[in-house]
């Protein structure tokens, strides 16, 4: 199973007026409640990956996030990202284009960007997870995306 994850938003609520705490690696520290909902998803399902959709994907090198996600205390995931770079294509367009060369995965996407709102009907309406930007993934995100990825997993047993 597939997590197409942002991060500012998500794992890093999106406060302006506020500064957020960076780590000693030069990244922002996530929100402990979004790790740990984080972690009970990727607990849940089998042969998580995480596919970075954030505008920061290429800011490090693969190896690099794996450091940044383990500083923070999520659980040991295979990490990948987008190819795409989100100066050139919108979000929707960086999902849409991953979608159509994944067709047959299972995922869910963890986003605050209301322009996914604009996503195909199915994708929205199965996949996606839209956090509050200012909050990120809280309780109420954790359990859309527990309902989600069982309907996901129910529609793998047919």
């Given amino acids: 199973m597939k997590i197409l994850l942002d991060i500012d938003g998500v794992m890093i609520p999106a406060r302006p007026w506020q500064t957020y705490e960076m780590g000693s690696d030069g990244f922002g520290m996530f929100n402990k409640l979004s790790v740990n909902h984080l972690n009970n998803i990727i607990r849940s399902l089998k042969n998580t990956e995480i596919i970075l959709t954030t ?47 994944n067709m047959n995965e299972k995922f869910i996407i963890l986003d605050d960007d209301k322009g996914l709102n604009g996503l195909d009907k199915n994708i929205k309406e199965d996949h996606l997870v839209l956090t509050k930007a200012t909050i990120g993934l809280n309780q109420s995100s954790y359990e859309e995306a527990i309902l989600k990825l069982e309907k996901l997993n129910s529609q793998l047993a047919y």
């Fill in 55 to 101: 505008s920061h994907k290429h800011s490090f090198t693969l190896e690099e996030w794996k450091t940044i996600f383990a500083n923070r205390g999520l659980l040991k995931t295979k990490i990948e990202r987008l190819k795409t770079n989100s100066l050139e294509m919108s979000r929707i367009e960086e999902i849409e284009n991953w979608h159509l060369q």
